[in-house]
C-alpha cells in the first residue's frame, strides 16, 4: 500500500455478526431516535427477502462505523419490529 486512504465503497458488505441465529431473527440493540424506538436485529436470509419488500421509511440497511453494509442485519423502526414479531416468531 501506498500510504493512501482506503475509502468504504457504497456497495461494500460485511459477512454477517453471528454465524448461527436462533430462530428467524435476533434483536441486538434498540435505541430511542427522534422519539421513536429502532431495532438492530439479525435475520435469516427469508426475513432478509421480506423485510426489503416492506416499507422503505421502516427499515434500513444497517452500517458499520466504516460504512459497511452488512448483509443480514437492519435498523427497524417498532412498527416494523411488531410486524416482524406477528409474521416470524
Same mark, same amino acid.
Given at each position: 500500500?501506498?500510504?493512501?486512504?482506503?475509502?468504504? !465503497?457504497? =456497495?461494500? /458488505?460485511?459477512? &454477517?455478526?453471528? %454465524?448461527?441465529?436462533?430462530?428467524?431473527?435476533?434483536?441486538?440493540? !434498540? %435505541?430511542?431516535?427522534?422519539?421513536?424506538?429502532?431495532?438492530?436485529?439479525? /435475520?435469516? &436470509? +427469508?426475513?432478509?427477502?421480506?423485510?426489503?419488500?416492506? =416499507? +422503505?421509511?421502516?427499515?434500513?440497511?444497517?452500517?458499520? &462505523? =466504516? =460504512?459497511? +453494509?452488512?448483509?443480514?442485519?437492519?435498523?427497524?423502526?417498532? +412498527?416494523?419490529?411488531?410486524?416482524?414479531?406477528?409474521?416470524? !416468531?
Amino acid at each position: 500500500m501506498t500510504g493512501k486512504l482506503r475509502r468504504a !465503497s457504497p =456497495n461494500a /458488505v460485511m459477512p &454477517p455478526h453471528k %454465524a448461527v441465529i436462533i430462530g428467524n431473527f435476533e434483536k441486538m440493540d !434498540s %435505541a430511542l431516535v427522534d422519539g421513536d424506538l429502532w431495532y438492530k436485529v439479525q /435475520v435469516i &436470509p +427469508k426475513v432478509t427477502r421480506w423485510v426489503k419488500e416492506q =416499507n +422503505k421509511d421502516l427499515w434500513y440497511d444497517h452500517r458499520t &462505523p =466504516n =460504512n459497511y +453494509k452488512v448483509l443480514d442485519t437492519f435498523d427497524v423502526h417498532e +412498527k416494523l419490529y411488531t410486524m416482524m414479531a406477528v409474521r416470524w !416468531s
